[in-house]
């Protein structure tokens, strides 16, 4: 349940975050609600504009590699994934500097709605004794220390091989390739747009593990008769606000998960294609880079897969367990039996597009597995790589 060491930790995420420009929020201590600020905003909107300037100078610089440096496609195909990680990023970065209004307000909702919820039927809660809140607060302090080491990773990189892409230091002249002036400035403006980067993945994260850990007892206990909802009334009242509100979420978030999909879809197969197309002649550095890259996407993905697919499968699982519910009389039977067939399991997707359900997970892996495999054949094909 909601504790004050949880608001103190997310307190903390949201004033780092604001430091950075991932995040125009502020965090109320006593109301546990999040506000936004007009300067932190105009900050946000600002690193959005400057985050587009950049993906299409990456645009660019891709599309020029490709046409005039055929015979380099190594550097085609880093830049290329470079393009679809800051893709990745905007995607996750336009719920907080464009409709930073309604992810407040989705995020304030769920908090009253939790602390009611928690007030009403878990009044005797120990944060002490519970198991679950620790490992909560686990999570967030591998997270926050896991986004200073890929910050500190990803900046590494540049002062290490400045003239390597994405970097514009290849653009300069060539007596301008040792000045330390352009090398310090350069760098500055990367080691903000990398933290930028992983302090909204940091942020985005963290509310979903939230959401996670504080509807988990819900859909496992509560909304299937028990502590104390065996009762029409609590049950059939307590079941439609959640179904309300993860629709509410779906509504302000859903939209991003299309992109997402297809971006990271993509981005496994790009970098698949480097890896094996160029695994000799890469330098150890870019490679170790391509494939943390690769699998930290698509090991969140898959997450995120998995847990849609138990969604779903527990969502159906309590209108089924409805029907073995004890009730007090033939009434409330009848009552329980008309609500049910009213509801629909809930499901985390995008409405009228996709669902995520339990074989999401096997879908996606073989359509990675298959594309990878299809370019392992077109490249033989072709003589570029032998088996």
């Known amino acids: ?108 909702t769920w908090i009253y709605f939790m602390e009611k919820y928690q007030r009403k039927w878990y009044p005797h809660f120990n944060p002490n004794t519970d198991f679950s809140d620790h490992n909560l607060l686990a999570f967030i302090h591998f997270e926050m220390l896991a986004t200073f080491a890929a910050w500190s990773c990803t900046t590494w990189y540049y002062f290490v091989y400045p003239l390597s892409p994405p970097f514009p230091n290849d653009l300069l002249p060539k007596n301008y390739h040792q000045s330390w002036l352009f090398y310090m400035v350069i760098g500055s403006v990367y080691l903000l747009i ?38 029409y009334k609590n049950l059939s009242s307590t079941y439609r606000t959640f179904e309300i509100m993860h629709m509410i979420m779906l509504e302000n978030l859903a939209w991003t998960l299309v992109p997402f999909q297809v971006l990271i879809f993509q981005y496994g197969l790009i970098c698949n294609h480097t890896l094996i197309l160029n695994w000799k002649t890469m330098d150890l550095t870019t490679t170790g880079f391509l494939v943390s890259q690769f699998l930290m996407f698509q090991g969140l993905y898959v997450l995120y897969l998995s847990f849609g697919g138990w969604f779903y499968k527990n969502s159906v699982r309590i209108l089924e367990g409805w029907k073995a519910l004890k009730l007090k009389n033939a009434i409330e039977m009848k009552c329980v039996a008309k609500f049910r067939r009213s509801c629909r399991p809930m499901y985390i997707g995008y409405p009228g597009v996709f669902k995520v359900r339990k074989v999401s997970v096997l879908t996606y892996c073989q359509g990675l597995l298959t594309g990878t495999s299809r370019l392992l054949v077109g490249l033989r094909g072709i003589g570029t790589f032998r088996m």
């Open 1 to 108: 349940m909601l504790t004050k060491k949880l608001f103190h930790r997310f307190a903390l995420i949201v004033a780092i975050c604001r430091a950075t420009g991932a995040t125009p929020f502020f965090w109320d201590r006593h109301r546990h609600r999040l506000f936004r600020g007009k300067k932190a905003r105009r900050k946000t909107r600002r690193w959005l504009f400057f985050q587009t300037i950049f993906l299409i100078y990456l645009v660019i610089r891709t599309v020029y590699v490709r046409k005039y440096r055929r015979s380099d496609l190594s550097s085609f195909n880093f830049w290329l994934s470079t393009v679809f990680t800051i893709s990745i990023h905007l995607v996750a970065f336009i719920p907080f500097s464009v409709f930073d209004a309604s992810f407040a307000q989705l995020v304030n």
């Open 194 to 231: 990398t933290m930028l980067t992983w302090t909204t993945m940091l942020m985005v994260l963290t509310t979903i593990f939230i959401y996670v850990f504080y509807t988990r007892p819900m859909i496992m206990k509560d909304l299937r008769g028990g502590n104390g909802f065996i009762q």
